[in-house]
């Protein structure tokens, strides 16, 4: 079978790594996120932040909040560099999020925010837990015996 060529319009622009430390991911969600012209110009240039921002459902609406996204400086109308983005999801998957944040005391994490295959800007979100001190430092040891393990692994051969 012919393998599929390779996306050439898929770039991640900004990824949050801490998410998968301090939260349990649960179940996660592609959504797409409506943005002024400057700002794109600017997340092709690679300059943006996910990483202390979160998502939420206000007034039946689902919004990204505290997202970094640096100002475009050949821009003629400029935006706000932490503005509040609104996010475009079904309304079966936003009764969904509504339900796991207000009634299970779940979080929406954002994931990873990249370029699809047509060029569109995309975010994944996830709906997670927030984890204890002790559920990190049990997340940390079975990544340290992981290493640990490939390490013997690579050695012994």
Same mark, same amino acid.
């Given at each position: 079978?012919?393998?599929?060529?390779? *996306?050439?319009?898929?770039?991640?622009?900004?990824? *949050?790594?801490?998410?998968?430390?301090?939260?349990?991911?649960?179940?996660?969600?592609?959504?797409?996120?409506?943005?002024?012209?400057?700002?794109?110009?600017?997340?092709?240039?690679?300059?943006?932040?996910?990483?202390?921002?979160?998502?939420?459902?206000?007034?039946?609406?689902?919004?990204?909040?505290?997202?970094?996204?640096?100002?475009?400086?050949?821009?003629?109308?400029?935006?706000?560099?932490?503005?509040?983005?609104?996010?475009?999801?079904?309304?079966?998957?936003?009764?969904?999020?509504? *339900?796991?944040?207000?009634?299970?005391?779940?979080?929406?994490?954002?994931?990873?925010?990249?370029?699809?295959?047509?060029?569109?800007?995309?975010?994944?979100?996830?709906?997670?837990?927030?984890?204890?001190?002790?559920?990190?430092?049990?997340?940390?040891?079975?990544?340290?015996?992981?290493?640990?393990?490939?390490?013997?692994?690579?050695?012994?051969?």
């Amino acid at each position: 079978m012919a393998k599929k060529p390779e *996306n050439k319009n898929y770039k991640v622009i900004a990824e *949050n790594r801490r998410a998968r430390y301090d939260y349990a991911i649960e179940d996660d969600l592609e959504v797409g996120i409506i943005l002024q012209g400057s700002e794109v110009k600017s997340l092709r240039t690679g300059q943006s932040n996910i990483a202390d921002s979160y998502a939420s459902v206000d007034d039946g609406e689902l919004w990204l909040t505290n997202a970094y996204i640096a100002p475009y400086e050949q821009a003629m109308f400029g935006h706000e560099a932490r503005a509040k983005r609104k996010l475009l999801v079904s309304r079966r998957e936003l009764s969904r999020l509504w *339900n796991a944040t207000k009634r299970e005391g779940m979080t929406l994490v954002p994931l990873v925010m990249y370029f699809n295959d047509r060029g569109l800007v995309k975010l994944k979100i996830a709906t997670a837990k927030g984890k204890k001190n002790h559920d990190k430092r049990q997340s940390d040891a079975k990544r340290d015996w992981a290493r640990q393990k490939q390490r013997l692994l690579r050695h012994d051969t």
